[in-house]
């Protein structure tokens, strides 16, 4: 297939000596900087090679669509050809396709539905160097099952970075690394102007962005349309702030086309911005413009040097995606989408000074993240503490214990950490094992639809819209407001309800629970955080696989939205129901001990409970800020709205320890009367 492309990239010296290498070792790493072609003609080399179809992985949707594409039109094709993709909720292949390109978490169900991977001649797993949990967890999934299974696969990790030692010990064989091929640097040099604001913006105490940031962005994109010729690429943290620069520049819009880029865009949208225009554009972007995407015409990147990356706060069970500053290789990968096409500048927002202190390569997310869909799939792979897999970190023992100890409460995975027949359900709903849980208890209660709506919601929280309000979000949403968002949502909502119709049992037995006060167990076993029962409480067992239970006959809507939602976060995160400090305030007490507080204005501020969804604490903060709940409503007589959602849980926190109706600790005041 290669010699079908006449395309002549910096990597295509390299690729006979990749060849020879995995002809004679079946697997190896290629290192490749960006703008040198890796990922479009690596695959076509390697397929010319191997029987059967070649699988290349991505770790973004956009990137897996793009790449599809981009091979497909180097071959004069169309997509679904001889080169296809698959993605959560979209594949286009068909019967001559040779080439499929998927995301990291696609190849890793398909390790677990099949780990032998019929019909599959190679897998390339592309910017490994970006060490997601789902990258991780594929290299380390894929060789297990070269190595026991399928000792002709072709195994072969691609990085954008020079730190390739790691992956080539980890595809090595008999204490011998597997080779590593070097290709050339891309051919076209990125001139550096340091641009810092004229005063230090740091992240704000909350994690935002100094709103003077994004002013100094915007100066510096209209700084840069003057100086140099060419298409813009903006690289910023998140949606938020492309949105805030974007209006900071709304009045280009007569000269320039403003296009946004990101994983939560659809397909549509998406292209828009990866494909030439008439005019001169200014693509504002998220990390996922980092790598494997080409966006044609860039001369020029604007990088706020800013990324946003997952924490979590094992003391208080709260993860967050954060602010920090980039990496050197990230920053170097950024600038490198201005020599792709042609000589180009980069203009960093911070001094040469600050770039010299700033780390050399990102965390690691098995670092940082939380770890329980990590666990459940480690759990599921039958390695629950992934001692025996070619992993290139291990998972820190803390946040392990802690994401087992989840399951264990969730009945996902018994006391040796084997996972169960409910885990197995709960992994194959396709979301975090919370979610999964919550969708799959919930629906015999509140509804298959509403619950599939809401957990959709809360699986892209960025949906809801502005505000904290779950069920104000989750209105918009069915209205339309935003046609986009709405669209997105949908899609998953079909995907959710057609896992909750393949589960092999859902638990109805919290709904009995709601309305008579009785002792049900909505957990599937000890519903804790932390593991154990309270005393005298043996753990439920787990709802045994059979037929779903049957819809109430008030599935339709008898309960209101807010209860609706209110229950489904609970059953997510039980630890995280919260009672007001006093009546008519804004501070909140959370079952599991730990403060938090509502943002001023918020229209929840005088709710007796909520059921929290989304909270983060800056470090240093005393309490947390509520980022997104849902009123609880109604209250079950006689009794706290957690007994309702895990009747045998214990939640232990910075303020003690929380059982149904009790605290023991220095919370004891604000809770021992119950609601």
Do not use: N
């Not at 994690?207 to 140099?228: F, K, Q």
């Not at 992993?391 to 018994?414: E, F, H, K, Y």
Request: one cysteine or more.
């Amino acid at each position: 297939m290669l010699a079908d492309v006449p395309l002549d990239l910096p990597v295509r010296p390299a690729l006979p000596a990749l060849l020879d290498a995995l002809r004679a070792a079946g697997g190896g790493v290629l290192v490749a900087p960006p703008g040198t072609g890796k990922t479009t003609l690596a695959p076509l080399a390697v397929a010319g090679e191997v029987p059967g179809r070649v699988v290349i992985a991505q770790p973004r949707r956009v990137a897996a669509r793009a790449a599809a594409r981009r091979m497909a039109d180097l071959l004069g094709e169309r997509v679904g050809e001889r080169i296809g993709y698959a993605v959560r909720g979209e594949r286009r292949v068909g019967p001559a396709t040779r080439i499929e390109v998927v995301t990291t978490g696609l190849l890793v169900r398909r390790l677990h539905h099949d780990p032998e991977l019929p019909g599959v001649g190679a897998v390339l797993l592309d910017e490994c160097h970006e060490r997601q949990l789902d990258a991780d967890l594929a290299l380390a999934f894929t060789a297990e099952a070269r190595a026991t299974l399928r000792p002709d696969l072709w195994l072969l990790a691609m990085s954008a970075t020079p730190d390739a030692d790691r992956f080539a010990a980890l595809l090595g064989a008999d204490g011998v690394p597997a080779p590593v091929v070097q290709a050339p640097a891309a051919l076209h040099p990125v001139t550096r102007i340091w641009s810092p604001p004229p005063r230090p913006a740091p992240v704000t105490a909350s994690g935002r962005v100094d709103p003077a940031l994004l002013d100094h962005v915007a100066a510096t994109v209209r700084r840069a349309l003057r100086e140099r010729a060419g298409d813009l690429l903006v690289f910023l943290p998140g949606v938020g702030e492309i949105a805030a620069v974007a209006g900071r520049l709304a009045d280009l819009r007569d000269e320039v086309a403003l296009l946004p880029l990101h994983g939560r865009l659809r397909g549509a949208e998406q292209d828009a911005a990866l494909r030439p225009a008439d005019r001169r554009r200014v693509v504002l972007a998220t990390a996922v413009a980092e790598s494997s995407l080409t966006v044609p015409g860039v001369r020029v990147v604007v990088d706020a040097g800013l990324a946003r990356v997952p924490r979590v706060d094992l003391a208080r069970g709260l993860g967050a995606l954060v602010t920090v500053p980039v990496s050197r290789a990230a920053a170097t990968q950024r600038a490198g989408r201005a020599g792709r096409e042609a000589p180009g500048h980069v203009y960093r927002c911070w001094s040469e000074a600050t770039h010299a202190r700033l780390a050399a390569q990102p965390e690691p997310e098995i670092a940082t993240a939380d770890l329980t869909g990590f666990a459940l799939e480690l759990a599921a792979w039958g390695d629950p503490d992934g001692a025996g897999l070619a992993l290139p970190d291990p998972p820190p023992a803390a946040a392990l214990t802690v994401a087992r100890d989840t399951l264990r409460g969730l009945g996902a995975v018994d006391a040796d950490g084997r996972i169960t027949a409910r885990g197995r359900a709960i992994a194959k709903a396709g979301a975090h094992p919370r979610l999964a849980r919550a969708l799959l208890d919930g629906a015999g209660r509140v509804g298959a639809e509403r619950a599939a709506e809401v957990v959709a919601l809360l699986a892209e929280e960025a949906v809801a819209g502005p505000g904290d309000d779950l069920t104000a979000g989750w209105r918009r949403l069915r209205a339309g407001a935003d046609p986009a968002a709405t669209a997105r949502w949908r899609a998953e909502v079909r995907r959710l309800r057609a896992a909750l119709d393949d589960a092999p049992g859902t638990g109805d037995a919290w709904s009995d629970a709601l309305v008579s006060g009785g002792d049900a167990s909505v957990s599937g076993g000890d519903a804790s955080v932390s593991g154990g029962a309270a005393p005298g409480h043996a753990p439920a067992p787990p709802p045994a696989p059979g037929r779903p239970a049957e819809p109430r006959r008030d599935d339709a809507g008898h309960l209101p939205d807010d209860l609706a939602a209110a229950l489904l976060v609970g059953l997510a995160y039980p630890e995280r129901l919260a009672r007001a400090r006093r009546a008519g305030g804004s501070a909140y007490l959370m079952t599991g001990g730990t403060a938090a507080e509502l943002a001023p204005g918020s229209g929840l501020a005088g709710s007796a409970w909520l059921a929290v969804a989304v909270a983060d604490r800056s470090p240093g903060a005393p309490t947390a800020r509520v980022r997104l709940a849902a009123r609880w409503t109604r209250r079950p007589p006689g009794r706290p709205p957690a007994r309702c959602c895990a009747p045998r849980a214990r939640w232990p926190g910075p303020a003690g320890t929380w059982w149904p109706g009790r605290w023991s600790g220095s919370a004891r005041s604000s809770w021992s009367r119950g609601p």
